[in-house]
C-alpha cells in the first residue's frame, strides 16, 4: 500500500522546510533559510500548513523526517516533533538520510558526492549516483579524504553541501559545485518518501544519525586524592 | 475558571530524566480551592548514563531523552487510562536547564498539542518546583519556599500562580551541586547528595568544623554562598591523605551540618521578612514554609528545617522525595494552575527554550 498524504520537514541543516504532499503532488511548501532558531521556527511552520489545508492535513497517513547528520540540535527538533505527531496521530514516521535527501535535490547530470562542513576538518559525505542513489553509507571524512574520492579512475563530480566551499577550489578540476541548495528541502523528502510503500516506510525508524561522538570526558583519576583503601572507599 | 476537572500532561527534560505525566486538577473547597491527583507519573533517570563522568554530560543526555521521550509519553497515557484527545492542555518545561535536552520536551509538547488542537503551556521549570507542595499538600498562597535542587539555591515568596519574589539566591555553587562536588571529592558516586548522607549518618560532624558561608553577615539578606565551605572540605581532605573510610564519614558529616546551619540560618531570615510583610497577618498555623528541589529529599535538612519552622511559628511542608527531584508531574501541575488561572498558553507555539529564567527579580 502506497501513502496517500505524506508531511515532511527538515531542521538538520541551514534552513528549515516543511513539505505536504497528497496524491501526486506537493500541495505545501515552506523553506526558511536559518542558522539558528530552528526550534522557534519548526512548529509555527507546520501550525500555518495544518491552517492552509485542514481537509488535506487530517488525511496525512505518514510522516517523513530527516535524521541527520547535521547539527545535532537541529536534529534532535525535526526528529522529536515528527515523533511527537507520529504519538498524536498515530501515524507511522520514517527517517531519512539528511545526505540522501540533499542528493536527490541534485541537478548536476555527473556523479554526486554530498559533503557538509561539520568544522574540524570534518565533513559528512555520501557518495551518491548521478540519479542520487547512495553508492555507500554516510561517511565523515576529512578533507584530504574527500579530495581523494574518484582519483584512481579521474570521475568528475558534482558537490552538493556547505563542503563544496572547500573542495571545489580552480586545482581541484575534477570537483564541481551542483547548483542545488547547500541544505535538504522537505518538498524533495515528501516526494522521495511518498514513492515508497507504507511497508518500506516502516522499516525507516526516525532515529538520529549523529556519526560523531559526543563530547564527553572522563574525570582524569591522577587529579583524585589518596584514599587509605580504594576497594572500601569510604563505606560505612 | 471553570467548576470541572481539568487534565494535564506534562513533559520534563531539562536535566537528567526524561519525565512524562498526567495529573489531574480538580476545583473544591479547601484551603487552596484545589485538589490535585496524579494519574501517571513516569520517569526514566539517565543517573547510571552519567555517572562514570561525576556529572550530567549535557550531548549524552540530549541523545537520550529524544531516544525514549515519546515511549515515555505512550506509557504515561497509558497508565493514566487516557487518550491524549481527553488533555485539557499539554505543558512542557522551557527552561532553565540544558538547552539541547529542553528542545526535545518542547518540541514533542509543541508537536502534540498542534496534533491534538490542544493549548500549549511551557513552563519555567523552577515553577514546577515552587507549585508541587499545592499538589500534594493543597497549601494555600501565600507561602515560603526554600528551592534546593542541583541547579538552584533560592528562597522567594510565592503569592499566586505567577507571582514570585526572589528573597536571596546562591552567589556561586548550587546547593545540591555542592553535595555533587563534595562527593566527587571524597571519591563518591553521582548523584552526591545521597552519597555524603548516607556516610555522614555514621559520621561525628563536629570532627571538622567546617566554615558556614554568609552566616552572621547582616548585609547578605538570605543570599546563600557554598563555594568557600567547598575549598574548606578540599582543604581539609587533602591534609588527610591517604584519606581512610572513617575520615570520609566524618568530612561527610562536617559538610552536610555546615550545609544544614546555612540553609537554616537564611530560612530563619527569611520567616522573619515574611511574618514582616504578610499584610494581613495570617493566623499561626497558616504560616507555611515550603521546601522543594532534590536537596529536599536529606533527612538531616528536613528535621533541623522543621525545628527551625516550629520556632518560628511555620509549619513545615516537603513534598515526597519522587516530587521533589525532577518529574513530569510538576510541569503539567503548573500547567493545570495555569490554565486553571486563566494564562494563556503559547498558542503560536513559537516559545524559546531558555537556558537561563529566572523565576522573578530579585528585589532586595
Ligand atoms: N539526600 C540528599 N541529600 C542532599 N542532596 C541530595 C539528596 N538527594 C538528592 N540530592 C541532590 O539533589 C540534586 C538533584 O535534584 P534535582 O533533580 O531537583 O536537581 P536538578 O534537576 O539537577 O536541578 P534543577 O531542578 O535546579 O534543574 C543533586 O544535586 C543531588 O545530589
Request: net charge negative.
Amino acid at each position: 500500500m502506497m501513502p496517500e498524504t505524506v508531511l515532511a520537514c527538515d531542521t538538520t541543516q541551514g534552513a528549515c522546510s516543511a513539505a505536504l504532499w497528497h496524491r501526486g503532488e506537493v500541495v505545501a511548501a515552506r523553506l526558511d533559510e536559518m542558522q539558528r532558531g530552528h526550534a522557534e521556527a519548526l512548529l509555527p511552520c507546520l501550525a500555518e500548513i495544518k491552517r492552509g489545508a485542514p481537509d488535506i492535513w487530517a488525511r496525512i497517513d505518514a510522516l517523513a523526517v530527516t535524521v541527520g547528520p547535521g547539527t545535532f540540535t537541529g536534529v534532535r527538533v525535526g526528529v522529536s516533533a515528527m515523533r511527537g505527531l507520529s504519538l498524536a496521530m498515530g501515524v507511522p514516521v520514517a527517517g531519512f538520510c539528511t545526505l540522501q535527501i540533499m542528493a536527490l535535490g541534485g541537478v548536476s547530470p555527473r556523479r554526486r558526492l554530498v559533503a557538509v562542513d561539520a568544522r574540524r576538518d570534518t565533513y559528512y559525505t555520501q557518495i551518491c549516483t548521478k540519479e542520487g542513489t547512495p553508492c555507500e553509507a554516510p561517511t565523515a571524512r576529512s578533507l584530504a579524504d574527500c579530495l581523494a574520492i574518484g582519483a584512481d579512475d579521474g570521475a568528475q563530480m558534482a558537490v552538493i553541501g556547505t563542503g563544496a566551499t572547500a573542495i571545489c577550489t580552480p586545482e581541484n578540476t575534477r570537483f564541481s559545485v551542483d547548483a542545488a541548495p547547500p541544505w535538504p528541502q522537505a518538498s524533495v523528502l515528501a516526494t522521495h518518501a511518498a514513492s515508497l510503500s507504507m511497508h518500506e516506510l516502516a522499516a525507516l525508524p526516525a532515529t538520529p544519525l549523529y556519526l560523531r561522538p559526543p563530547d564527553a570526558t572522563l574525570p582524569d583519576p591522577q587529579k583524585s586524592l589518596t584514599f587509605a583503601d580504594a576497594q572500601g572507599r569510604g563505606a560505612p | 475558571m471553570s467548576a470541572k476537572s481539568i487534565n494535564v500532561l506534562g513533559l520534563e527534560t531539562s536535566c537528567d530524566e526524561t519525565a512524562a505525566a498526567i495529573v489531574r486538577l480538580t476545583p473544591d473547597g479547601g484551603p487552596s480551592g484545589l485538589r490535585g491527583e496524579i494519574l501517571s507519573n513516569v520517569v526514566l533517570s539517565q543517573i547510571d548514563l552519567h555517572a562514570p563522568y561525576g556529572g550530567v554530560v549535557p550531548e549524552l543526555a540530549a541523545r537520550a531523552h529524544i531516544d525514549h521521550l515519546d515511549r515515555l509519553v505512550a506509557n504515561a497515557l497509558e497508565e493514566a487510562d487516557c487518550r491524549l484527545q481527553d488533555m485539557d492542555a499539554i505543558a512542557a518545561t522551557a527552561g532553565p536547564g540544558l538547552i539541547g535536552g529542553v528542545l526535545i520536551g518542547l518540541t514533542t509538547g509543541k508537536a502534540l498539542a498542534l496534533a491534538s488542537g490542544t493549548p500549549f503551556f511551557a513552563i519555567n521549570h523552577l515553577e514546577g518546583h515552587a507549585l508541587t507542595a499545592r499538589l500534594t499538600h493543597g497549601v494555600a498562597f501565600p507561602y515560603l519556599l526554600l528551592l534546593v535542587s542541583g541547579g538552584h539555591c533560592q528562597l522567594c515568596r510565592v503569592d499566586g500562580v505567577g507571582d514570585y519574589t526572589l528573597l536571596g539566591t546562591t552567589r556561586d555553587d548550587a546547593v545540591g551541586e555542592a553535595f555533587d562536588k563534595a562527593a566527587k571529592l571524597l571519591g563518591l558516586g553521582y548523584p552526591g547528595g545521597p552519597e555524603i548522607e548516607a556516610r555522614a549518618m555514621h559520621g561525628d560532624a563536629r570532627r571538622f568544623v567546617l566554615p558556614r558561608p554568609l552566616i552572621g553577615h547582616h548585609d547578605s539578606g538570605c543570599d546563600f554562598s557554598f563555594s568557600g565551605l567547598k575549598t574548606a572540605l578540599r582543604q581539609r581532605a587533602v591534609d588527610l591523605q591517604p584519606i581512610s573510610a572513617e575520615d570520609i564519614c566524618d568530612l561527610a558529616a562536617g559538610f552536610q551540618a555546615a550545609i544544614t546551619d546555612c540553609l537554616v540560618d537564611r530560612c530563619r531570615r527569611a520567616m522573619e521578612k515574611f511574618a514582616d510583610t504578610t499584610d494581613a497577618p495570617a493566623p499561626a498555623s497558616s504560616k507555611r514554609l515550603v521546601v522543594a528541589g532534590g536537596v529536599a529529599a536529606n533527612q538531616h535538612l528536613k528535621h533541623a528545617l522543621e525545628d527551625a519552622a516550629h520556632r518560628a511559628g511555620f509549619t513545615l511542608s516537603v513534598p515526597p522525595p519522587a516530587l521533589c527531584t525532577d518529574n513530569g508531574a510538576m510541569i503539567a501541575w503548573a500547567g493545570a494552575e495555569r490554565y486553571h488561572a486563566g494564562c494563556a498558553g503559547d498558542a503560536d507555539l513559537d516559545a524559546p527554550a531558555r537556558a537561563r529564567w529566572p523565576l522573578s527579580e530579585k528585589i532586595f
